[in-house]
């Protein structure tokens, strides 16, 4: 009964806030991570961007005006990590607030020496424990420049690591999954990228993984589903440790 419940209810959300076809072509389109999903995917990915435009709310600020392109774009890009997951990976938070641009957040923080910084640090992203995540329009719209970047995915890649606490990239792992064979593959990744940086090679993930664990899963999830072969070459294991955490095989396509 409660099933027969959902099914309806589902029903009724996809018939009453469809994305238009237009809108989901132009999405699919602009985004090579959307276009690598097999025809079946793109069609379950755009139900779960239906029912997450359904379930939160985007609220864009400083003037930006949302078109129906720009929803469909946000959301799909959103449940691309969660596609195999289902939208109760997201359900701790209700909001994505998006700014035109790049954006300062009027408030302290602490910086790695210590030292109490008054909202002088600029983002293209933001994702508040149990609280809304904070996007800019500029950034979302540049996706996979350089290759490899995708903030959407980033800022939701930390939203699943903070379903058990700080970001410190352990999200709550499936039931087969090793906890040993994740934290082993990802610090092993994680000293690769240092020693490549530190030996002025080309590094092969953005360096910005190294500010800390949660930065590394994070910019590892972008790679993952934005330039999944050069994420393979660089790390065969942590390419796999993805793979069953999202259960997705973006080469497999
Ligand atoms: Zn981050």
Redesign the pocket.
Known sequence: MLSLFRHWRERRILGRHPIAEGDWRQTLAGTSALRRLSASEQARLRVLATFLLHEKSVEPVQGLELTGAMRARLAALACLPVLNLGLRWYRDWHSIVLYPDLFMPRREYTDAAGVVHRGHRVLEGEAWQRGPVILSWAGVAETGTPPGHNVVI?ELA?KLDMLNGEPNGFPPLHGRMSRRAWSCSLAAAYRALEARVRQGYPPPLDPYALENP??FF?VASEAFFETPRSLRDFDPELYRQLTLFYKQQPLAN
């Open positions: 980033h930390h949660g930065e994070a």
